[in-house]
């Protein structure tokens, strides 16, 4: 199985890090400005993980899916702040024709396309090397070996430091995991990135091609010593916003109680639901790094203060007996 020196220490740099910083909307309908402004105050309040895509966000009206990568390019060169953070991106979901049916058009998992799009995020970063590489989404057309060695190539070229999946199942890691373990020349994946909140979305809704963590991938994580990242952990403020209605998959009985007792607790502690959702997910045996996707100065704050929580046990074991994977352990 493939190491680099590089490799293993941004694991360990990965493993050490609590919350990552989504930049899905920096360059289109979040403006540079306060684009600029949410990443100085995240580096100033010690985050370091930076989260991006080779397509954020080419849904938005005007955009391409380059223009999170070129501002984050942008900032890394105005401020010289390279060595102080950690980056990710991904590649397999930049629909290809730009204007296809998606997710039927995403350019997917070939070693051709991993590796001219591993370039192209280079270049609009302006960096000679990303610390994750993520595949944003499962590719079964391209043989998983192939895909493989293509990511572990750009692990021995020194262009990435740890390679891992989004939006995948705990079959396909583990596929993964064997071909590495047979094959020196082969990375294993370290991280996986999936959606994950305190509520749970109804597995009869489709969200593909987006896949919530579930508690296979967790023991995949425990048995390797992986990475968990949590994307939309707040619900684009459903938690604690009356003005902004659960989406569909979330508006169940089950999830009216979990939300209900999440504020509840949450008046209890004198916090946000938001904050306490974010404490609940960092804190627990088997944490998840939440993926903070924010637009302004003080839901990046908020998001921060949650980090430092420190749950009462029996706050705890009141989330856990509602959450569907409980500890995460």
């Not at 849904?59 to 980056?87: C, F, H, K, M, Q």
């Not at 430091?161 to 020349?185: F, Q």
């Not at 684009?236 to 979330?250: I, K």
Request: with cysteine.
């Amino acid at each position: 199985m493939l190491t680099t020196p590089y490799g293993t220490t941004v694991l360990e740099r990965l493993r050490g890090e609590r919350a990552a910083l989504g930049t899905m909307y920096f360059g289109t309908t979040v403006d540079e400005k306060t684009s600029f402004a949410l990443l100085d105050r995240w580096v100033e309040r010690g985050g370091r993980v930076v989260d991006t895509a080779n397509c954020y966000a080419f849904w938005v009206p005007g955009g391409t899916g380059e223009e999170s990568e070129l501002l984050i390019g942008r900032w890394l060169a105005e401020r010289g702040a390279r060595e102080d953070v950690l980056i990710a991106t991904k590649v397999g979901c930049l629909p290809d024709p730009p204007d296809g049916p998606f997710p039927e058009s995403a350019e997917g998992l070939h070693p051709d396309v991993i590796n001219r799009q591993l370039g192209l995020s280079l270049e609009r970063l302006g960096c000679s090397s990303v610390d994750l590489y993520l595949t944003h989404i499962d590719d079964p057309e391209v043989p998983l070996a192939d895909t493989l060695a293509a990511l572990s190539g750009t692990v021995r070229a020194g262009r990435v430091g740890v390679i891992g999946a989004s939006n995948t199942d705990a079959e396909r890691m583990r596929e993964a995991e064997a071909l590495a373990a047979g094959d020196d020349s082969l990375a294993a994946p370290r991280v996986a990135q999936m959606r994950h909140s305190y509520l749970w979305p109804d597995p009869g809704h489709n969200i593909a091609p987006q896949r919530p963590l579930d508690g296979d991938l967790v023991a995949w994580a425990a048995e390797h010593d992986a990475v968990l990242q949590g994307y939309s952990p707040l619900l684009q403020g459903a938690l604690t916003r009356p003005d902004r209605p659960l989406s569909p998959e979330y508006r169940d009985g089950t999830n009216e109680r979990r939300l209900g007792r999440l504020r509840e607790l949450a008046g209890r502690m004198g916090v946000t639901a938001n904050q306490l959702a974010l404490a609940w997910m960092v804190g627990g045996e088997r944490p998840v790094m939440p993926v903070l996707g924010v637009s302004r100065l003080e839901q990046l704050d908020e998001a921060m203060d949650a980090l430092d929580l420190e749950l009462p046990e029996e706050i705890r074991a009141d989330l856990d007996a509602l959450a569907p994977l409980g500890r995460l352990a």
